[in-house]
Protein backbone atom coordinates (compact mmCIF):
# COMPACT_ATOMS: atom_id res chain seq x y z
CA UNK A 1 0.00 0.00 0.00
CA UNK A 2 1.46 3.74 -0.86
CA UNK A 3 1.10 6.18 1.67
CA UNK A 4 0.45 9.59 0.82
CA UNK A 5 2.72 10.82 3.12
CA UNK A 6 6.81 10.24 4.03
CA UNK A 7 7.46 8.51 7.36
CA UNK A 8 10.56 9.76 8.44
CA UNK A 9 9.44 9.00 12.22
CA UNK A 10 10.86 5.30 12.43
CA UNK A 11 12.08 5.54 16.02
CA UNK A 12 8.46 6.21 17.39
CA UNK A 13 7.15 2.89 15.20
CA UNK A 14 7.61 1.05 12.22
CA UNK A 15 5.04 -0.68 9.82
CA UNK A 16 5.10 -4.87 10.62
CA UNK A 17 6.65 -6.39 7.31
CA UNK A 18 4.25 -8.22 5.27
CA UNK A 19 5.36 -11.86 6.38
CA UNK A 20 5.05 -10.42 10.42
CA UNK A 21 1.48 -9.48 9.27
CA UNK A 22 0.81 -13.08 7.99
CA UNK A 23 2.66 -14.50 11.02
CA UNK A 24 0.53 -13.04 12.98
CA UNK A 25 -2.92 -13.84 11.91
CA UNK A 26 -1.98 -17.52 11.19
CA UNK A 27 -1.44 -17.51 15.00
CA UNK A 28 -4.00 -16.12 15.31
CA UNK A 29 -6.08 -18.57 13.23
CA UNK A 30 -3.87 -22.19 14.25
CA UNK A 31 -2.45 -21.61 17.57
CA UNK A 32 -5.23 -19.98 19.46
CA UNK A 33 -4.72 -22.21 22.55
CA UNK A 34 -4.03 -21.26 26.24
CA UNK A 35 -0.24 -21.90 26.27
CA UNK A 36 -0.71 -23.09 30.07
CA UNK A 37 -3.81 -25.50 29.44
CA UNK A 38 -3.00 -29.25 29.35
CA UNK A 39 -4.53 -29.89 26.22
CA UNK A 40 -3.64 -30.28 22.23
CA UNK A 41 -4.63 -27.08 21.54
CA UNK A 42 -2.54 -25.99 24.81
CA UNK A 43 0.64 -27.55 23.51
CA UNK A 44 0.26 -26.58 20.53
CA UNK A 45 0.27 -22.68 21.79
CA UNK A 46 3.04 -23.70 23.75
CA UNK A 47 5.49 -25.01 21.17
CA UNK A 48 5.22 -21.78 19.32
CA UNK A 49 5.76 -19.71 22.34
CA UNK A 50 9.11 -21.19 23.01
CA UNK A 51 10.09 -21.59 19.66
CA UNK A 52 10.08 -18.27 19.32
CA UNK A 53 11.87 -17.74 22.72
CA UNK A 54 14.61 -19.89 21.47
CA UNK A 55 14.74 -17.66 18.64
CA UNK A 56 14.56 -14.66 20.14
CA UNK A 57 17.76 -16.00 23.02
CA UNK A 58 19.78 -17.20 20.31
CA UNK A 59 20.04 -14.03 18.49
CA UNK A 60 20.24 -11.59 21.54
CA UNK A 61 22.99 -13.76 23.03
CA UNK A 62 20.91 -15.34 25.79
CA UNK A 63 19.56 -18.25 27.15
CA UNK A 64 16.34 -19.51 26.31
CA UNK A 65 14.89 -19.28 29.74
CA UNK A 66 16.32 -15.75 30.25
CA UNK A 67 13.94 -14.23 28.14
CA UNK A 68 10.69 -12.57 29.79
CA UNK A 69 7.79 -11.50 27.19
CA UNK A 70 5.74 -8.25 28.02
CA UNK A 71 3.61 -5.75 26.90
CA UNK A 72 6.56 -4.05 25.34
CA UNK A 73 9.80 -2.20 26.16
CA UNK A 74 7.89 0.32 28.75
CA UNK A 75 6.47 -2.50 30.67
CA UNK A 76 10.51 -4.04 30.07
CA UNK A 77 12.00 -0.92 31.52
CA UNK A 78 9.65 -0.45 34.75
CA UNK A 79 9.89 -4.24 35.09
CA UNK A 80 13.46 -3.84 35.73
CA UNK A 81 13.65 -0.32 37.29
CA UNK A 82 10.87 -1.46 40.54
CA UNK A 83 11.67 -5.58 40.30
CA UNK A 84 15.56 -4.57 41.45
CA UNK A 85 16.17 -2.65 44.19
CA UNK A 86 15.94 -4.34 47.85
CA UNK A 87 16.39 -3.85 50.52
CA UNK A 88 17.02 -0.28 52.80
CA UNK A 89 16.59 2.68 50.52
CA UNK A 90 19.66 3.41 48.21
CA UNK A 91 20.89 5.12 44.99
CA UNK A 92 20.05 4.43 41.23
CA UNK A 93 22.31 5.30 38.60
CA UNK A 94 21.26 6.72 35.23
CA UNK A 95 22.01 7.91 32.28
CA UNK A 96 20.58 11.23 31.67
CA UNK A 97 18.18 11.57 28.84
CA UNK A 98 16.99 8.20 29.20
CA UNK A 99 13.63 7.69 27.37
CA UNK A 100 10.33 8.76 29.71
CA UNK A 101 9.63 4.78 30.58
CA UNK A 102 12.91 4.62 32.44
CA UNK A 103 13.12 7.94 33.46
CA UNK A 104 9.46 8.20 35.05
CA UNK A 105 10.06 5.04 36.61
CA UNK A 106 13.39 6.51 38.22
CA UNK A 107 11.55 9.17 39.37
CA UNK A 108 9.01 7.00 40.68
CA UNK A 109 11.57 5.48 42.72
CA UNK A 110 12.73 8.77 43.99
CA UNK A 111 9.42 9.63 45.66
CA UNK A 112 9.44 6.40 47.42
CA UNK A 113 13.10 7.67 49.25
CA UNK A 114 15.69 6.60 46.84
CA UNK A 115 18.27 9.21 45.41
CA UNK A 116 18.69 9.23 41.69
CA UNK A 117 22.50 10.04 40.25
CA UNK A 118 22.82 11.00 36.44
CA UNK A 119 25.93 10.40 34.59
CA UNK A 120 27.62 13.36 33.31
CA UNK A 121 27.89 12.67 29.48
CA UNK A 122 30.03 15.07 26.89
CA UNK A 123 28.74 16.96 24.10
CA UNK A 124 28.18 13.67 21.95
CA UNK A 125 26.04 12.52 24.74
CA UNK A 126 28.95 9.91 25.95
CA UNK A 127 29.14 9.01 29.56
CA UNK A 128 32.69 9.96 30.38
CA UNK A 129 34.28 6.81 32.13
CA UNK A 130 36.80 8.39 34.40
CA UNK A 131 33.74 10.42 35.58
CA UNK A 132 31.31 7.62 35.54
CA UNK A 133 34.30 5.88 38.30
CA UNK A 134 34.05 8.44 40.85
CA UNK A 135 30.34 8.08 41.28
CA UNK A 136 28.40 7.36 44.55
CA UNK A 137 29.00 3.94 43.88
CA UNK A 138 29.47 2.37 47.80
CA UNK A 139 25.46 3.46 47.86
CA UNK A 140 24.08 2.58 44.48
CA UNK A 141 21.64 -0.16 44.16
CA UNK A 142 21.43 -0.26 40.15
CA UNK A 143 22.36 1.22 37.35
CA UNK A 144 20.04 1.84 34.30
CA UNK A 145 21.51 3.32 30.89
CA UNK A 146 20.43 3.35 27.27
CA UNK A 147 22.26 1.13 25.14
CA UNK A 148 21.24 3.30 22.01
CA UNK A 149 19.75 6.84 22.39
CA UNK A 150 15.70 7.50 20.85
CA UNK A 151 16.49 10.69 20.00
CA UNK A 152 20.19 11.25 18.78
CA UNK A 153 21.02 7.64 17.85
CA UNK A 154 23.78 7.60 20.02
CA UNK A 155 25.33 4.04 20.77
CA UNK A 156 27.13 4.37 24.28
CA UNK A 157 30.11 2.01 25.24
CA UNK A 158 28.84 0.42 28.14
CA UNK A 159 31.82 -1.98 29.25
CA UNK A 160 33.43 0.83 31.61
CA UNK A 161 29.74 0.77 33.05
CA UNK A 162 29.26 -2.54 32.97
CA UNK A 163 32.90 -3.20 34.31
CA UNK A 164 32.01 -1.09 37.91
CA UNK A 165 28.65 -2.53 38.03
CA UNK A 166 30.54 -6.20 38.15
CA UNK A 167 33.09 -4.94 40.61
CA UNK A 168 30.52 -2.94 42.74
CA UNK A 169 27.66 -6.02 42.91
CA UNK A 170 25.46 -3.43 41.28
CA UNK A 171 22.87 -4.95 38.72
CA UNK A 172 23.08 -2.98 35.40
CA UNK A 173 19.75 -2.52 32.64
CA UNK A 174 20.55 -1.51 29.36
CA UNK A 175 17.28 -0.12 27.78
CA UNK A 176 17.83 -1.62 24.64
CA UNK A 177 14.57 -0.81 22.47
CA UNK A 178 16.11 1.44 20.09
CA UNK A 179 18.84 -0.74 19.61
CA UNK A 180 17.28 -4.46 19.08
CA UNK A 181 16.79 -4.69 15.39
CA UNK A 182 19.02 -2.07 14.10
CA UNK A 183 22.04 -3.08 15.46
CA UNK A 184 23.48 -6.57 17.11
CA UNK A 185 23.42 -6.89 20.28
CA UNK A 186 24.30 -9.66 22.80
CA UNK A 187 23.79 -9.81 26.05
CA UNK A 188 26.28 -12.11 27.30
CA UNK A 189 28.85 -9.41 25.61
CA UNK A 190 27.46 -6.64 26.94
CA UNK A 191 28.00 -8.11 30.52
CA UNK A 192 24.23 -6.61 31.45
CA UNK A 193 21.82 -7.87 34.29
CA UNK A 194 18.81 -6.93 32.24
CA UNK A 195 17.85 -5.95 28.85
CA UNK A 196 14.50 -4.26 27.13
CA UNK A 197 13.31 -5.14 23.71
CA UNK A 198 10.25 -4.17 21.72
CA UNK A 199 8.83 -5.54 18.74
CA UNK A 200 7.40 -2.60 16.77
CA UNK A 201 10.55 -0.88 16.37
CA UNK A 202 12.09 -3.09 14.05
CA UNK A 203 9.07 -4.19 11.66
CA UNK A 204 6.78 -6.50 14.51
CA UNK A 205 3.53 -6.24 15.97
CA UNK A 206 2.70 -3.53 18.51
CA UNK A 207 1.98 -4.40 21.78
CA UNK A 208 4.87 -7.39 22.80
CA UNK A 209 8.55 -6.77 24.15
CA UNK A 210 10.71 -8.60 26.32
CA UNK A 211 12.99 -8.51 28.88
CA UNK A 212 16.66 -10.48 29.25
CA UNK A 213 17.32 -11.50 32.63
CA UNK A 214 20.16 -13.08 33.24
CA UNK A 215 19.91 -16.52 35.01
CA UNK A 216 19.81 -16.62 38.73
CA UNK A 217 18.85 -13.17 39.35
CA UNK A 218 15.74 -12.21 41.93
CA UNK A 219 13.33 -9.54 40.31
CA UNK A 220 10.08 -9.17 42.13
CA UNK A 221 7.45 -8.89 39.88
CA UNK A 222 4.84 -6.13 38.65
CA UNK A 223 1.90 -8.35 37.68
CA UNK A 224 0.82 -11.18 39.69
CA UNK A 225 -2.21 -13.89 39.39
CA UNK A 226 -0.47 -16.58 37.47
CA UNK A 227 2.92 -18.43 37.25
CA UNK A 228 3.36 -17.76 33.61
CA UNK A 229 7.14 -16.38 32.38
CA UNK A 230 8.46 -18.53 35.40
CA UNK A 231 6.37 -16.33 37.57
CA UNK A 232 8.09 -13.07 36.73
CA UNK A 233 5.67 -11.79 34.76
CA UNK A 234 1.94 -13.45 35.20
CA UNK A 235 -0.70 -13.54 32.28
CA UNK A 236 -1.72 -15.57 29.14
CA UNK A 237 1.37 -14.64 26.95
CA UNK A 238 -0.19 -13.44 23.53
CA UNK A 239 1.40 -16.56 21.47
CA UNK A 240 0.46 -14.43 17.80
CA UNK A 241 2.01 -11.57 18.68
CA UNK A 242 5.28 -13.18 19.83
CA UNK A 243 5.54 -15.48 17.32
CA UNK A 244 5.05 -12.27 14.99
CA UNK A 245 8.28 -10.57 17.15
CA UNK A 246 10.45 -13.94 16.31
CA UNK A 247 10.26 -13.41 12.94
CA UNK A 248 10.61 -10.03 12.39
CA UNK A 249 14.07 -10.15 14.78
CA UNK A 250 14.59 -13.48 12.19
CA UNK A 251 14.10 -11.46 9.78
CA UNK A 252 16.51 -8.40 10.57
CA UNK A 253 19.28 -11.11 11.88
CA UNK A 254 19.39 -12.63 8.34
CA UNK A 255 19.76 -9.82 6.22
CA UNK A 256 21.05 -7.22 8.91
CA UNK A 257 24.29 -6.44 6.71
CA UNK A 258 21.98 -5.15 3.89
CA UNK A 259 19.48 -3.51 5.90
CA UNK A 260 22.20 -1.54 8.03
CA UNK A 261 24.01 -0.53 4.78
CA UNK A 262 20.84 0.55 2.95
CA UNK A 263 19.98 2.60 6.48
CA UNK A 264 23.12 4.38 6.75
CA UNK A 265 22.56 4.94 2.60
CA UNK A 266 18.89 6.86 3.43
CA UNK A 267 20.42 8.63 6.68
CA UNK A 268 23.65 9.81 5.02
CA UNK A 269 21.90 11.23 2.01
CA UNK A 270 19.33 12.71 4.04
CA UNK A 271 22.21 14.53 6.40
CA UNK A 272 24.24 15.46 3.48
CA UNK A 273 21.56 17.27 1.05
CA UNK A 274 19.90 19.12 4.13
CA UNK A 275 22.94 20.54 5.17
CA UNK A 276 23.91 21.65 1.23
CA UNK A 277 20.50 23.14 1.14
CA UNK A 278 20.64 24.62 4.77
CA UNK A 279 24.46 25.31 5.78
CA UNK A 280 23.59 26.75 8.80
CA UNK A 281 22.04 23.49 10.02
CA UNK A 282 24.04 21.61 12.66
CA UNK A 283 23.75 17.41 13.17
CA UNK A 284 23.80 16.70 16.85
CA UNK A 285 26.22 14.25 18.11
CA UNK A 286 27.56 14.02 14.33
CA UNK A 287 30.78 13.25 15.63
CA UNK A 288 30.24 9.60 17.10
CA UNK A 289 28.89 5.88 16.33
CA UNK A 290 25.22 6.52 15.82
CA UNK A 291 22.06 4.13 14.82
CA UNK A 292 22.37 3.81 11.17
CA UNK A 293 18.89 5.44 10.59
CA UNK A 294 18.50 8.06 12.84
CA UNK A 295 19.61 12.08 12.23
CA UNK A 296 19.07 14.64 15.15
CA UNK A 297 19.49 17.89 13.06
CA UNK A 298 18.82 21.71 14.42
CA UNK A 299 17.74 24.21 12.19
CA UNK A 300 18.99 27.48 14.68
CA UNK A 301 16.00 30.21 13.89
CA UNK A 302 13.57 28.03 13.73
CA UNK A 303 10.96 27.11 15.78
CA UNK A 304 10.95 23.24 16.15
CA UNK A 305 7.26 22.74 17.17
CA UNK A 306 6.36 25.06 14.23
CA UNK A 307 8.89 23.39 11.79
CA UNK A 308 6.82 20.00 13.09
CA UNK A 309 3.50 20.99 12.52
CA UNK A 310 4.43 22.74 8.71
CA UNK A 311 6.16 19.19 7.85
CA UNK A 312 2.82 17.44 8.94
CA UNK A 313 0.94 19.62 6.84
CA UNK A 314 2.89 19.27 4.16
CA UNK A 315 3.24 15.19 4.36
CA UNK A 316 6.54 14.40 6.05
CA UNK A 317 6.55 12.65 9.18
CA UNK A 318 9.26 13.76 11.99
CA UNK A 319 9.50 14.16 15.13
CA UNK A 320 10.93 16.52 18.34
CA UNK A 321 12.23 13.57 20.17
CA UNK A 322 10.60 10.50 22.22
CA UNK A 323 6.85 9.71 21.12
CA UNK A 324 6.19 9.06 24.51
CA UNK A 325 7.26 12.90 25.64
CA UNK A 326 5.16 13.97 23.04
CA UNK A 327 3.32 17.07 23.93
CA UNK A 328 5.82 18.31 26.54
CA UNK A 329 6.82 21.92 26.67
CA UNK A 330 10.00 21.04 27.94
CA UNK A 331 13.34 21.51 26.04
CA UNK A 332 15.26 18.06 25.02
CA UNK A 333 16.83 16.67 28.42
CA UNK A 334 19.48 14.65 26.51
CA UNK A 335 20.09 17.57 24.24
CA UNK A 336 20.51 20.13 27.49
CA UNK A 337 22.92 17.54 28.97
CA UNK A 338 24.91 17.74 25.96
CA UNK A 339 25.61 21.45 26.29
CA UNK A 340 23.34 22.44 23.38
CA UNK A 341 22.72 25.95 22.81
CA UNK A 342 19.04 27.22 23.36
CA UNK A 343 18.82 28.16 19.49
CA UNK A 344 20.42 24.41 19.23
CA UNK A 345 17.80 22.60 21.01
CA UNK A 346 14.85 24.12 20.34
CA UNK A 347 14.93 23.75 16.67
CA UNK A 348 16.25 20.12 16.83
CA UNK A 349 14.24 17.74 14.76
CA UNK A 350 14.44 13.94 14.92
CA UNK A 351 14.29 12.16 11.43
CA UNK A 352 14.07 8.15 11.90
CA UNK A 353 14.25 6.16 8.18
CA UNK A 354 13.00 2.57 7.92
CA UNK A 355 14.10 0.10 5.29
CA UNK A 356 10.94 0.42 3.64
CA UNK A 357 11.36 4.39 2.70
CA UNK A 358 13.21 5.58 -0.81
CA UNK A 359 15.90 7.10 -1.87
CA UNK A 360 13.25 9.25 -3.75
CA UNK A 361 11.03 10.06 -0.74
CA UNK A 362 14.32 11.30 0.87
CA UNK A 363 14.97 13.79 -1.75
CA UNK A 364 11.52 14.54 -1.74
CA UNK A 365 11.82 14.95 1.87
CA UNK A 366 15.03 17.21 1.68
CA UNK A 367 13.19 19.55 -0.55
CA UNK A 368 10.49 19.90 1.87
CA UNK A 369 12.01 20.01 4.65
CA UNK A 370 14.51 23.06 3.19
CA UNK A 371 12.09 24.61 1.75
CA UNK A 372 9.80 25.13 5.18
CA UNK A 373 12.78 25.76 6.91
CA UNK A 374 13.95 28.56 4.61
CA UNK A 375 10.61 30.05 5.07
CA UNK A 376 10.29 29.50 9.06
CA UNK A 377 13.18 31.72 8.93
CA UNK A 378 12.27 34.43 7.17
CA UNK A 379 9.15 34.84 7.92
CA UNK A 380 8.66 33.04 11.76
CA UNK A 381 4.44 34.18 11.71
CA UNK A 382 3.86 32.04 8.28
CA UNK A 383 3.99 29.15 10.88
CA UNK A 384 0.75 27.16 10.87
CA UNK A 385 -1.29 26.45 13.86
CA UNK A 386 -1.28 22.67 15.14
CA UNK A 387 -3.88 20.41 13.53
CA UNK A 388 -4.44 18.47 16.50
Same mark, same amino acid.
Given at each position: ???????????????????? /??????? =???????? $??????????????????????????????????????? #????? @?? *???????????? +??? $????? +??????????????????? /?????????? /???????????????? =??????????????????????????? +???????????????? =? $????????????????? /??????????????????????????????????????????????????????????????????? =? #???? *??????????????????? *???????? +?????????????????? @?? $????????????????? !?????????????????????? !???????????????????????
Amino acid at each position: MKMDVIDLDANATTRPLPEV /VECVARH =LRESYGNP $GSRHALGRRARQVLETSRDTIAAILGAEPDEVLFTSGGT #EANNL @AI *FGFPRGNRGTIA +LSP $GTHPS +LNEACVAMQQRGWNLHRFP /VDRNGLINPD /VSATAPWSDIKLAAIL =LAHNETGVIQDVSAISDLCRNHGVPLH +LDSVQAVGKIPVDFRT =L $GATSLSFGAHKFHGPRG /VGGLLLRQGTKLTPELVGGHQEQGRRAGTEPVALIAGMAIALELWHRDHITRTATLATLRDRLEARL =L #EACP *FAVVNAAEVARLPNTLNIA *FPGVDGEA +LLIALDLAGVCASLGSAC @AS $GSTEPSPILVAMGCEPA !VYRSSLRLTASVMNTLDEIDHA !VEVIATTVKRLRVNPRSAPSSPL
